[in-house]
T-cell receptor, first 108, second 117 residues
Framework: DAKTTQPPSMDCAEGRAANLPCNHSTISGNEYVYWYRQIHSQGPQYIIHGLKNNETNEMASLIITEDRKSSTLILPHATLRDTAVYYCIVIGGNKLVFGAGTILRVKS | DADVTQTPRNRITKTGKRIMLECSQTKGHDRMYWYRQDPGLGLRLIYYSFDVKDINKGEISDGYSVSRQAQAKFSLSLESAIPNQTALYFC????????????????FGPGTRLTVL
């Protein structure tokens, strides 16, 4: 499975969009991009996933570049409850491999 | 009620003791997983099971064993606990959907905080 690179931490103002980047330059054609988040030692929570098209659900949007070497998770209106560690995972098989993720701090 | 439950939620034990962590799910999923998380790090896969008769080692299975007693139950055992097994342990489940290709939406339990003295 391809490795991912994420910034260790980011800050975002409450009510503004949070844009979390992820680089996955070694991704192969059959590998998906998944995003999870973990709020303060709780179990991780699935957010969204995509293969090559942009995706949107009730939680977030996922923008994948045309060459698929990077992606951005967008939380359109961040709230204090969105403060968490966000994991970008690239996977072609059946096993999630978690890196260190990005700590997103939403500030009022 | 929670879909994925773990017992106990917290446990303190001594070096050399045998301990079992239990996971139950009401989601009807075939696939179950055990992960551990050390402070400041991401989760690492210990064991996983795709159905009752299927058990597979993950990234860090040494020192652990598992039992899939039923579709809904997946237990993790530490035969002889050691201090570096002190960690937060998570159970997770997922469904397999034919025709969906890769499908890895996993549902996680609340975690068990284990301390080995």
């Amino acid at each position: 499975d391809a490795k991912t690179t994420q910034p260790p931490s980011m800050d975002c103002a409450e009510g503004r969009a949070a844009n979390l980047p992820c680089n996955h330059s070694t991704i192969s054609g059959n590998e998906y991009v998944y995003w999870y988040r973990q709020i303060h030692s709780q179990g991780p929570q699935y957010i969204i996933h995509g293969l090559k098209n942009n995706e949107t659900n009730e939680m977030a949007s996922l923008i994948i570049t045309e060459d698929r070497k990077s992606s951005t998770l967008i939380l359109p209106h961040a709230t204090l409850r969105d403060t968490a560690v966000y994991y970008c995972i690239v996977i072609g098989g059946n096993k999630l491999v978690f890196g260190a993720g990005t700590i997103l701090r939403v500030k009022s | 009620d929670a879909d994925v439950t773990q017992t106990p939620r917290n446990r303190i034990t001594k070096t050399g003791k045998r301990i079992m962590l239990e996971c139950s799910q009401t989601k009807g999923h075939d696939r179950m997983y055990w992960y551990r998380q050390d402070p400041g790090l991401g989760l690492r896969l210990i064991y996983y099971s795709f159905d009752v008769k299927d058990i597979n080692k993950g990234e860090i299975s040494d020192g652990y064993s598992v039992s899939r007693q039923a579709q809904a139950k997946f237990s993790l055992s530490l035969e002889s606990a050691i201090p570096n097994q002190t960690a937060l342990y998570f159970c997770a489940t997922s469904a397999f959907q034919v025709g969906q290709g890769n499908y890895n939406e996993q549902f996680f339990g609340p975690g068990t905080r284990l301390t080995v003295l």
